[in-house]
C-alpha cells in the first residue's frame, strides 16, 4: 500500500501521512486504529517488537517485496502467540536444541522414526490428531483457508516453542503431508519457511523433508510388512485402499512412498494415484476417514491457554473472541462471577 493509499484510507493528506512515517508527527489514538484497520493489522502491532525470525525473513526480503497472504497472517499468529505467552507461558513451549539436517534419504528416513518418538507415536501406529502430538514437542499448528493459489504451510521459529500454519484448501492428505513437513523445519530450527508445494523429489533439503513427512506418515516397517503379502494377492487397489485408508493419507503420498521403498515400479505407482477410495471401501474395510485441518482450526493447548487467561480475566471477552478467531461463539465463553464492591479496594488501599 503506498502512502497515497493509506491517506486516503484514514482521511489524511498524504503529506501528513509522510511526516508520520518520519517521526515528525504525532499520531491520535483513532488515527492510529484507523491506520490499523487500514493495514489489516492489530494496533498491538505498532508497540511490539517482532519476532527475531520475521524480522530476518522481512530484511532477506527486501523492501520492494510484497508480503504474501501466508505471511501476513504468520505475522498475526506470531503477534498473538507472543503475547499470550508473555501473559503466561505457553504449555509445551521451551529452548530446544536444534536437529542435524539429513543430509541423505537414508538419513530423512531415520529422523522420521526419530520425529515419531519424540512426539509420542510409536514405530508403526497411524499418526492421528497432529495438532495435539506436535504442541507436545512445542509446535502450535493452526490451519486456515488461504486460498488455492496460496502456498501450503509456513512455519516460524520462537524464541521458545514454535507456530506452523496449514493451508486448509487442499485435501486432507496434502494438509498432513504439509504439516508434518513444517514439524521438519521446526525441528531444525529452520527461523521462517513458507512452502509453496509440499511434493518435491529433489536432492535439496525440501525434497528430503518430504522424505521425512512421507516416512513419518508410512513407516517403512508397515509397508515392507504389509504391501508385499498384499500385492501377491494380485489386487493392487484393495491394498492401496486398507493401507491408504488406514494411516490416513492419500493415494500420491502411498504411491512415492512405496516408490521410495522400492515396493512398486513407476507403472504401478502411476496405477496407485489413480485408485479412488469409495464409500463402500470405507464401509467394507472399515475405514475412519480423517477431516484434520478442516477450515479454521486451533490446537487445544492454545485454545485452553487462552479460556483460561479469559477465566483469569487477563483478557476482555472481545478480545478472547478474537484470539478464538472464530471457532467460538460468544455463548460457548462461560460467565464470569462478577466482582465483589469491597474488591474495590484491594486497588486503592
Not at 66 to 81: M, N
Not at 255 to 265: G, P, S, T
Request: a negative charge; glycine letters at 6%; hydrophobic letters at 40%.
Amino acid at each position: 500500500m503506498s502512502q497515497q493509499d493509506l491517506a486516503t484510507a484514514v482521511g489524511l493528506e498524504r503529506t501528513m501521512v509522510n511526516r508520520i512515517e518520519g517521526g515528525q508527527r504525532k499520531v491520535t489514538a483513532l488515527e492510529l486504529a484507523s491506520i490499523a484497520d487500514a493495514l489489516g493489522t492489530r494496533m498491538q502491532s505498532f508497540f511490539t517488537e517482532p519476532a527475531p525470525a520475521l524480522v530476518s525473513h522481512r530484511s532477506a526480503q527486501g523492501l520492494d517485496t510484497t508480503e504474501s497472504a501466508v505471511d501476513h497472517l504468520l505475522a498475526e499468529l506470531l503477534a498473538d502467540v507472543e503475547f499470550l505467552h508473555g501473559l503466561h507461558p505457553i504449555e509445551g513451549f521451551g529452548v530446544r536444541d536444534p536437529w542435524e539436517q539429513p543430509k541423505s534419504v537414508h538419513e530423512a528416513d531415520d529422523m522420521a522414526a526419530r520425529a515419531r518418538e519424540h512426539v509420542g507415536y510409536t514405530a508403526t501406529e497411524p499418526v492421528k490428531d497432529l495438532q495435539a502430538h506436535l504442541a507436545t514437542a512445542g509446535l502450535l499448528l493452526f490451519s486456515r483457508n488461504f486460498g488455492v493459489d496460496a502456498a501450503d504451510a509456513g512455519t516460524v521459529l520462537l524464541a521458545e516453542g514454535g507456530i506452523s500454519l496449514v493451508n486448509s484448501t487442499p485435501k486432507v492428505g496434502r494438509r498432513r503431508l504439509s504439516a508434518v513437513h513444517e514439524l521438519g523445519h521446526y525441528l531444525l530450527a529452520d527461523e521462517y519457511t513458507v512452502d509453496w508445494r509440499t511434493a518435491h523429489t529433489g536432492p535439496d533439503i525440501e525434497g528430503r523433508l518430504d522424505r521425512f513427512a512421507r516416512a513419518f506418515l508410512l513407516p517403512a516397517a508397515v509397508l515392507l510388512q504389509e504391501w508385499p503379502a498384499a500385492a501377491h494377492s494380485g489386487d493392487v487397489r484393495t491394498a492401496a485402499v486398507k493401507i491408504a485408508g488406514t494411516y490416513l493419507v492419500d493415494m500420491s503420498t502411498l504411491a512415492r512412498r512405496l516408490h521410495d521403498l522400492e515396493l512398486v515400479d513407476a507403472s504401478t505407482a502411476n496405477d496407485i494415484r489413480a485408485v479412488q477410495t469409495t464409500q463402500t471401501d470405507i464401509i467394507t474395510h472399515d475405514l475412519y476417514p480423517s477431516d484434520e485441518m478442516a477450515g479454521t482450526t486451533q490446537p487445544r493447548v492454545y485454545q485452553k491457554h487462552v479460556i483460561a487467561l479469559f477465566e483469569a480475566e487477563k483478557l476482555s471477552r472481545e478480545r478472547t473472541l478474537d484470539l478464538l478467531d472464530g471457532t467460538f461463539d460468544d455463548d460457548d465463553l462461560p460467565d464470569l462471577p462478577p466482582r465483589q464492591e469491597q474488591e474495590i479496594w484491594e486497588y486503592v488501599s
